[in-house]
């Protein structure tokens, strides 16, 4: 039976969740105008050559000139030379020509 004519009160409410809204606990993404990149360079030829990879990439960064201290530019490099993940190739189905070359079908070749 229904709990309308038998319950009497107030029911309690459904729990919101953590993921219910907007997400304020989000860290914002490196390399834009919230959170630039922090970069260090020795010289001005080396900062004219970080400005034109960051314009070519589209990020924002906020570059000191300073002879004496090491250069850092890990922050950069890190994200210009991010790699895209391994793709397997898809398996030929059964009745697909076989991928060694013999001309049979998959299942009669490599696959049986």
């Known amino acids: 039976m229904s709990d309308k004519f038998?319950?009497?009160?107030?029911?309690?409410?459904?729990?919101?969740?953590?993921?219910?809204?907007y997400n304020t606990k989000r860290v914002a993404k490196l390399g834009t105008i919230t959170n630039p990149l922090k970069l260090t360079v020795n010289t001005l030829e080396r900062e004219n050559e970080i400005k034109q990879q960051l314009k070519d990439n589209q990020l924002v960064a906020e570059i000191l000139i300073?002879?004496?201290?090491?250069?850092?530019?890990?922050?950069?490099?890190?994200?210009?030379?991010?790699?895209?993940?391994?793709?397997?190739?898809?398996?030929?189905?059964?009745?697909?020509?076989?991928?060694?070359?013999?001309?049979?079908?998959?299942?009669?070749?490599?696959?049986?």
């Not at 038998?6 to 809204?21: L, V, Y």
């Not at 890190?78 to 898809?90: G, I, M, R």
């Not at 020509?97 to 998959?106: D, E, N, T």
């Open 66 to 112: 300073d002879a004496d201290a090491s250069e850092d530019v890990s922050a950069l490099t890190f994200l210009l030379d991010t790699t895209l993940p391994a793709v397997c190739e898809k398996k030929p189905e059964r009745n697909q020509p076989c991928p060694c070359g013999s001309g049979k079908k998959f299942k009669k070749c490599c696959g049986g």
């Open 6 to 21: 038998f319950f009497k009160g107030r029911k309690t409410p459904k729990p919101k969740h953590e993921s219910f809204g």
